[in-house]
C-alpha cells in the first residue's frame, strides 16, 4: 500500500514538474531586452506564445510599456488609451488567455521607430502542427494578412520547428504517465 502511494506520488510530481516547464517566460528583445536598438520584427519572428507564458520587459529608465487594445492603435502608436502601464524596468506581463497582444513603448517616437510587439498567444494544449514539407504557407497568421509588412511571412515557416519534438514528447509522458496511475489504482 505505501509502495504504490509513494509510486503515485512520484508520478504526480513528475507530471507537476513537466507541467511546470511547458510555460515559459519570453524576455522581450532577448538578451538585449527592451531597448531600441532591437529589431523586434526578427525577434518575434521565431517566437510562439501560450497560454500560460509571460512576457519579461527589461529596460533603463527612458523607456516604459504600455499595453495598447487594438491593431488599429498599435499600428498608429496610438499610446492615448494604453490598457496597461508599466514602468518598473522589470516588468512581468502573464498571458493568460488566447488573442492578440499589442505592446508599446510609452516614450513619444519610440513607438513610431519601431519600439512595439505584436504577441499571438495560442492555447497551451494545441497540437496543431504544421506539415513538415509545407514552406511558406502561413494559414495561421491570416489576421495580419491586410497590413503592409510584406516580410511579415518569410519567419513562420520554421517557427515552431524546435517545439514540436518536446510537446510531442510531453504528451506521450503525459500519456504514460495517466496509464501507470490507472494502473496504480487498479492494483
Ligand atoms: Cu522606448
Redesign the pocket.
Known amino acids: 500500500m505505501t509502495m504504490q502511494a509513494a509510486l503515485v506520488i512520484l508520478v504526480f510530481s513528475g507530471l507537476l514538474a513537466v507541467k511546470t516547464t511547458l510555460a515559459a517566460q519570453h524576455v522581450i528583445g532577448g538578451s538585449q531586452g527592451?531597448e531600441?536598438s532591437v529589431d523586434f520584427d526578427s525577434w518575434l519572428s521565431d517566437k510562439s506564445f501560450k497560454v500560460g507564458d509571460q512576457l519579461v520587459f527589461k529596460?533603463s529608465g527612458?523607456?516604459?510599456v504600455v499595453e495598447l487594445g487594438s491593431e488599429a492603435a498599435y499600428k498608429s502608436c496610438d499610446l492615448g488609451t494604453p490598457v496597461i502601464s508599466l514602468s518598473s524596468g522589470n516588468d512581468v506581463v502573464k498571458l493568460s488567455k488566447t488573442g492578440t497582444r499589442y505592446f508599446a513603448?510609452?516614450?513619444p517616437g519610440?513607438c513610431q521607430s519601431g519600439?512595439k510587439v505584436k504577441v499571438n498567444v495560442v492555447s497551451a494544449d494545441s497540437t496543431a502542427v504544421p506539415s513538415p514539407g509545407s514552406d511558406s504557407s502561413s494559414d495561421s497568421d491570416s489576421g495580419s494578412s491586410n497590413g503592409s509588412d510584406s516580410g511579415s511571412s518569410t519567419g513562420s515557416g520554421s517557427r515552431s520547428s524546435s517545439g514540436q519534438g518536446l510537446r510531442a514528447s510531453i504528451g506521450y509522458i503525459l500519456a504514460v504517465g495517466s496509464l501507470v496511475i490507472g494502473l496504480v489504482w487498479a492494483f
Open positions: 527592451w531600441q529596460y527612458l523607456h516604459s513603448c510609452g516614450t519610440h519600439m
